[in-house]
């Protein structure tokens, strides 16, 4: 058999091919359109903002609007800049995905490898927490967070997002681990390991790319999360998501668009860089185990 | 008392038994092969030695102590996987080393278990790899590995051959049947391939349906089935089975069938039971191993009693070293081990030499031996 050449392959036409190039190259710039102008308007002067020139690059270019969102810039009633606010998501967001992701694995492993009765009901109504509106709990979960001594705390976010990231990432290392060879953990068994040994030493080291989707979908989530932010935490507790939105809908003075465009990309930066350096292990442990490796 | 005793064992999943009583004991040394169809309860059973699975009435004693409930590393068992299951995460000494780790071995005995291992199964030049880069029959050696260095009472193989290619499988039973003949351990070895069950055992308990059928030599076994399902699932090509009238006739007793051409065929047993005179006049199974019906030249010189008939060939096989040749009695086919360069040929009459010694007979309706 001859080798498929691309001769052989029927030829798109050049007029056809500069023509899709075209179509793409416009598409790609509608999308990148509103990081342009998030862009470019946080490092320009207001007036020329004011001026009627959003579209266009800074005449003057200037970082002060970034050094005022993260300094000095009006949050509520006080001119911390968005610094503190940066570090309580940081506080909140660390903490609530290493324990749910810990919990989510350790769930994944009993739900496989150490199967009981009823389990499947019980991971049917851990499911079900996915899919419960964050709207319908705010109420209960206030009263909870109340009686736990927790309201208008960092710790008390941290339980919530907890709480309700145990479902997702126990879907995601349930359903990783239910194709990992039972007879491993069996051979470990025998080998005399015990529970959290199998766990440790045998599961976890082959878990990297459940791992890591499961931290950027849990660290994508809570870091973005605003209503949890703006219910539970008070004041000095609030998260980035709802400072930045106290910067924004601030009603007293003049709206400062530059540093407002700075701001949003300070609140967007942690997640973007989470994407760029893990993002090719997303995909590939999305794709796990659904094609036999 | 054996080494490893297995009283009365059942397993039940809810109301459902899937072994039924099974008992067996088996000495030091023993190499037991479990071997029966898929769905016997042979992994069952042997998962149930491992501690993988409870027993759910009965015994397991190894060594004389009883073994229900004891966790499976407490046992002193080494168990082979049918995938190897090898830790995909570890290299190969640490795989094999795993088992010590755990039960607090110091480093220094490891890696002295670790290198008489790893020479006696030549894989040295492996230890630093990972599983991943091994070919099946290395991944082999070093489950094998992993079981031997533990040193254990009992080792447990869980159809460890047939991840293999067809060539590999053969290597790699003789090897282990090596290893067993040096080293004098005793094993029980699940497969359901029924000529590594033959070559490899000590003994063999053939097993369908939950249900131990027989428990005994591979020799027994194969000339001495005990029903129609061992004589069956024994041997390749299987048990020739053919439907004959029982006539008793004085001391001697007749099977009486016919050939191809529909004449009349009379084969006399040879030193017939008393049970047997019962069934004159009935029809019943008689099985006939191919190697028994031959050419007459190719016939057993030291077995004292060889009918020879005249029957018409319908196919031949060329096998190589024999010439599988098929004809038929009382309508069924019925398979012949003839000498590779015989002339049979599909149409024509040639005598067939049936050693009567080996023949046996069958109860159709208990599918019980008979006699």
Known sequence: ?293 | MGFLDIDNATKSYGAVEVLHKVDISVEEGEFLVLVGPSGCGKSTLLNMIAGLEEITSGEIRIKDAVMNGVHPSKRNIAMVFQSYALYPNMSVGQNITFGLEMHGTPKDDREKALADVSKLLQIEQLLDRKPGQLSGGQRQRVAMGRALVRNPDVFLFDEPLSNLDAKLRVDMRTEIKKLHQKLGTTIVYVTHDQIEALTLSTRIAVMNGGYVQQLGTPKEIYDNPANLFVATFMGSPSMNLLDVKVRANGNAIFADTTNGAGEKVSLTFTNPSETLKSYDGTTITLGIRPEAITDPEGADHRSTHVEKVENTVTVTEPAGSDTFVTTTFGGKDCIARMRADTEAKAGQRVPFAINMEKAVAFDPKSEARIG
Not at chain 1, 89 to 110: D, E, Q, R
Not at chain 1, 134 to 154: D, Y
Not at chain 1, 226 to 247: C, D, H, I, K, W
């Open chain 1, 1 to 293: 058999m001859a080798v498929a050449s691309s001769d052989t392959a029927i030829r798109t036409g050049r007029v056809t091919r500069t023509f899709l190039y075209l179509v793409l190259l416009l598409f790609a710039l509608f999308y990148m359109l509103p990081l342009y102008v998030m862009l470019v308007n946080s490092v320009k002067p207001l007036s020329e903002i004011t001026g009627g020139g959003m579209m266009s690059l800074p005449q003057t270019w200037t970082v002060e609007p970034w050094t005022k969102a993260w300094n000095t810039a009006q949050i509520g009633v006080e001119s911390t800049g968005l610094a503190p606010y940066f570090w309580n998501s940081i506080k909140m967001v660390v903490p609530a995905v290493a324990i749910s992701t810990i919990l989510g694995a350790l769930n994944g492993y009993v739900l496989t490898k150490w199967r009981f009765k009823y389990d499947t009901i019980l991971f049917g109504l851990m499911l079900f927490a996915c899919f419960i509106p964050f709207q319908m709990v705010l109420i209960p979960m206030a009263t909870v967070l109340g009686k736990l001594g927790l309201a208008g705390t960092t710790t008390g976010l941290v339980l919530v997002h907890v709480v309700y990231g145990i479902g997702f990432s126990t879907l995601y290392f349930r359903n990783y681990y239910a194709a990992f060879p039972t007879e491993l953990v069996r051979a470990a068994q025998i080998d005399g390991a015990g529970f959290f040994q199998i766990f440790w030493r045998i599961l976890l080291p082959s878990s990297g790319p459940i791992t890591v989707v499961c931290v950027i979908w849990q660290f994508t989530n809570i870091w973005n999360d605003f209503l949890f932010g703006a219910s539970f935490a008070a004041g000095n507790a609030q998260p980035m998501t709802v400072a930045l939105n106290n910067l924004v809908q601030s009603s007293t003075g003049v709206k400062e668009y530059n540093v407002h465009f700075a701001g949003a990309i300070l609140a967007a930066l942690p997640t973007l860089l989470v994407y760029i350096v893990a993002g090719r292990y997303f995909v590939r442990g999305l794709m796990a185990g659904s094609v036999k490796g």
